[in-house]
């Protein structure tokens, strides 16, 4: 079975400054797909970013890119020029592909960042 | 506007006093899921379905019953509600595919409290 983890419960950073959260994931699929999902307060999903695996250029959206290294399964999201609207949960998530049948999504337990004025 | 909504945004209920929350969606998406999210344990996927008549378990299935008669509503149904199903609740729906069509759009969540 599929697992993912979020190994940070917490992080903080300056505004204006660069962090880096952390997942990691484990399958034996070979096509898959990864998202991280935003959460501030009012508690509504938002869709940050998503990675195909089989595509090896890693995904950029505006502040956001994440790292992703297939063969250590680690999926890893950086904000740059924190904004303090960045303060949120952030989840990262695993999907199994369209073709699989399943199409079931697994969610790490979530890294909750702090924003420093 | 494209949107999932659910209702009832909050509900405070009784041991054993069956219940639904309802889920609907205008966006013709042929997927839609269930998820509860808990302190601690993230989200995690209790149902979903895709497509009309057809429904899987997720990985936290027992207690929740749910129903795809139409392509835009998802009910969920819990038949004998307990206190260790006092959570919030989202539902999403999304195309099915890869490709940026397959982006999950969430509902605003439903706070259930048994008692």
């Known amino acids: 079975a599929q697992t993912v983890t979020q190994s940070q419960p917490e992080m903080s950073v300056q505004e204006a400054e660069t962090v880096t959260l952390s997942c990691t994931y484990d399958?034996?699929?070979?096509?898959?797909?990864l998202f991280w999902y935003k959460q501030p307060p009012s508690r509504q999903m938002i869709l940050v970013i998503r990675?195909?695996?089989?595509?090896?250029q890693n995904a950029t959206e505006n502040r956001f890119s994440v790292n992703f290294q297939k063969a250590a399964k680690s999926f890893s999201l950086k904000i740059s020029d924190s904004q303090l609207g960045d303060a949120a949960m952030y989840f990262c998530?695993?999907?199994?592909?369209?073709?699989?049948?399943?199409?079931?999504?697994?969610f790490g337990t979530g890294t909750r960042l702090k924003v420093l004025a | 506007e494209a949107q999932v909504t659910q209702n009832p945004r909050y509900l405070i209920t009784v041991t054993g006093k069956k219940l639904t929350v309802t889920c609907s969606q205008n966006?013709?998406?042929?997927?839609m899921s269930w998820y509860r999210q808990d302190p601690g344990l993230g989200l995690r996927q209790i149902y979903y379905?895709?497509?009309?008549?057809?429904?899987d378990k997720g990985d936290v299935p027992e207690g929740y019953k749910v129903s795809r008669k139409e392509k835009r509503n998802f009910p969920l149904i819990l038949e004998s509600p307990s206190p260790n199903q006092t959570s919030l609740y989202f539902c999403?729906?999304?195309?099915?595919?890869?490709?940026?069509?397959?982006?999950?759009?969430f509902g605003p969540g439903t706070r259930l409290t048994v008692l």
């Open positions: 999403a729906s999304s195309f099915l595919g890869g490709g940026s069509t397959d982006t999950q759009y």
């Open positions: 399958t034996s699929e070979s096509d898959y797909y």
């Open positions: 990675q195909e695996a089989y595509k090896q």
């Open positions: 998530a695993y999907r199994s592909p369209y073709t699989s049948g399943t199409y079931k999504y697994i």
């Open positions: 966006m013709n998406h042929e997927y």
């Open positions: 379905s895709m497509n009309v008549e057809v429904t």
